[in-house]
């Protein structure tokens, strides 16, 4: 059994119906003390919190006490953490079951000692405190990946208390597999079994006692969206967690086709399959796969997605850019008054040169990372979650694995582009779950040149419109075209194979609604913690480039290259300019100008390929590294001039 951490915390840190033991009384007041202890609370006292708020509410020894902040701060209390390992394979549900375990609150952190991240959440079990581990979903214990190996090491090597497996109800026999080498490593495992409603409608029943008794473990069925079997499941970890139950597996084989034997034997005698026709979702399932209906499917279903985040990510920016103008900027400038006319005053608010914008840390910084950036952000999370928790995602990368294949990826290489399509920040964040440099290298490309973000393409829509449908088309037309031929390119230059495709297609189910809540703050934190920094970074460099000049002379040097190359007023080099810093701002700026419809089709095409907006630029190095992200920087403007001089001239 695992040795349990002991911490000493603040009576104020001790969570809702959250036990432990006062250690020390360490107020400086003598008479408080006095007065606490003879209430009851004293050194050696077992306390229960019963509440969340203040004053504390707490059980004494049977006494119930109320316990003001300053007082609680004074208060310390020794608490003995257990440790749960969550384990199970992909698709089986574990998400909603760590929810039922560990409520709302929830941390996503490395494991004490490792370099894995994990999600883990505290309960409280018959006054004993557990944290929660929330292990990645992965076959066995022989996964070849980087990721999924250090996953198996840790859970070979780390102690825990219990190891609660979770399996997919309507697919014992594979699930089967994994567990048995959970129970082979002489820990303490309860078998959960997950879906067990689910798979009753289809026809499977498991026999739980006859599986119990095969294992040598306890077996609990669960439904975790209305909690069925919880209440068992936490019985039976406290049990084996305080060696109040006594834990005799059953003698696991080594040999993999052994194991195999027993799992069919396990499987003939535990479970019992009625057979019956499928239902109309498992048609819907299975016809989602294919191309006569999956594709114009997944293009419904995109535009659809397209339109609900446009709608939600505008209609927050139109409620939080009155707030950023009329009270966070005023209050900002008036805070920082004294600096007026100053260096600091010019980082903080930006100056008010043509080239720069008028860019600011605490001015466009802020509005570009909160007001413009993250209201996208947060929608298409929203909107891919729900297709991803729903199952449609998988279906989605394998109609487009053979298209993309052809580039030199594989078709979930797909997720990281579509997120390209509402921002590309989170898109660029997204291309680390790739596995190789060479795919990462091909995705990064073909997110920043065929896939504008949703702010910009609304923009084009709104500018380019007036010049005919032909040419709206064509903007985005000759991106996906430019964009292809560049993977095709780098597939026959860049060393390596391209792998193929291999995971698991899980069956359709309605997200349920606190994980996905959960999964959606936790990618909004990521996005404010990795990309802002970067983002507010980038606009204090941006600003010093203003004031050294730099931005002027770059500005004058592409004035050649806007008149004669792709055939723009030289005035408007400017406006291209700081595409790089507001790619939806610049291309409305184009109006003035009075293009031509050619005019228009190649300034936009050139303005949404040649660079990405400063967030995405400081992301992209940070993810692909300096030496490759400049590569890609390269690639891409040189592209870009080449397709805009031929439109031109073509034209």
């Not at 002991?6 to 408080?32: M, P, R, W």
């Not at 303490?188 to 473990?217: M, Q, R």
């Not at 009075?594 to 992301?619: E, H, I, R, W």
């Amino acid at each position: 059994m695992a040795q349990p951490f002991t911490t000493i915390k603040k009576l104020s840190e001790l969570k809702k119906n959250g036990y432990g033991t006062v250690t020390a009384i360490a107020h400086s007041d003598k008479k408080v003390k006095h007065r606490l202890n003879a209430m009851g609370l004293h050194k050696g006292c077992e306390v229960k919190r019963k509440n969340s708020s203040f004053p504390i509410l707490i059980d004494a020894d049977g006494v119930e006490i109320a316990v003001g902040k300053e007082f609680a701060e004074h208060i310390l209390i020794e608490t003995t953490q257990k440790v749960i390992f969550l384990m199970g394979n992909p698709n089986v549900g574990k998400s909603t079951v760590f929810s039922r375990l560990t409520g709302v609150k929830t941390d996503a952190s490395n494991y004490p000692g490792t370099t894995v991240s994990l999600l883990n959440g505290e309960t409280v079990i018959n006054k004993h405190f557990y944290t929660v581990y929330d292990m990645p979903g992965i076959y066995s214990l022989q996964e070849e990946s980087r990721t999924d190996e250090e996953s198996c090491m840790l859970i070979k090597n780390t102690p825990y208390d219990v190891a609660v497996y979770v399996l997919d109800a309507q697919h014992l026999e594979r699930n089967l597999y994994f567990a048995l080498d959970i129970i082979a490593l002489g820990k303490p495992t309860v078998l959960l079994l997950n879906k067990f409603d689910v798979a009753k409608k289809k026809g499977i029943d498991v026999d739980t006692e006859k599986l119990s008794e095969f294992l040598g473990v306890p077996v609990i069925a669960s439904n975790g969206l209305n909690g069925t079997g919880f209440k068992e499941l936490s019985n039976e970890i406290d049990k084996l967690a305080t060696g109040k139950t006594p834990y005799h597996p059953a003698q696991i084989p080594s040999d993999q086709d052994e194991k195999w034997k027993l799992i069919g034997k396990i499987s003939a005698q535990a479970q019992k399959i009625t057979h019956r026709h499928p239902s109309v979702i498992e048609k819907l399932e299975e016809a989602a796969s294919s191309s006569w209906f999956g594709l114009p499917l997944a293009f419904l279903v995109m535009i659809v997605s397209f339109f609900i985040i446009r709608f939600v990510g505008e209609s927050c920016i139109d409620l939080l850019t009155p707030l950023y103008e009329n009270y966070y900027l005023p209050l900002m400038q008036h805070i920082f008054s004294f600096t007026e006319g100053t260096f600091i005053y010019t980082i903080l608010f930006g100056s008010a040169s043509e080239a720069a914008g008028g860019l600011g840390i605490l001015s466009e910084g802020v509005k570009i990372a909160f007001v413009d950036v993250l209201p996208y952000v947060v929608s298409f999370y929203a909107v891919l979650d729900f297709l991803s928790m729903l199952g449609y995602l998988p279906r989605l990368a394998i109609l487009l694995d053979s298209l993309l294949h052809r580039i030199g990826l594989h078709g979930y290489s797909a997720i990281p582009i579509m997120l390209g399509f509402g921002c590309k920040v989170p898109a660029i964040m997204a291309v680390r779950s790739l596995e190789t440099k060479r795919q990462k290298i091909i995705a990064l490309v073909l997110i920043l040149m065929m896939v504008p973000c949703i702010s910009q393409t609304a923009m084009m829509f709104s500018v380019v419109a007036p010049y005919g449908i032909g040419y709206l088309l064509g903007v985005f037309a000759i991106m996906l075209i430019t964009g292809l031929l560049a993977g095709l390119a780098l597939n026959k230059i860049l060393p390596g194979d391209t792998s193929d495709i291999f995971m698991e297609v899980p069956g359709w189910q309605l997200p349920k609604f606190v994980p996905f809540i959960k999964q959606l703050g936790r990618r909004a934190k990521d996005f404010i913690v990795e990309a802002i920094p970067l983002i507010i970074a980038g606009m204090f460099i941006i600003t010093l480039a203003d004031m050294t000049g730099l931005l002027n002379f770059i500005d004058n040097a592409m004035q050649g290259l806007v008149s004669y190359v792709l055939g723009l007023p030289k005035e408007s080099s400017s406006v291209i300019l700081l595409g790089f810093l507001r790619k939806d701002i610049s291309i409305a700026l184009l109006t003035p100008f009075a293009l031509t419809g050619k005019q228009m089709l190649v300034a936009c095409v050139f303005m949404a390929m040649y660079m990405p907006c400063t967030a995405s630029f400081f992301v992209l190095l940070r993810e692909g590294g300096l030496k490759d992200g400049l590569k890609i920087m390269i690639i891409t403007l040189s592209v870009s001039v080449l397709i805009g001089g031929l439109l031109n001239f073509i034209l």
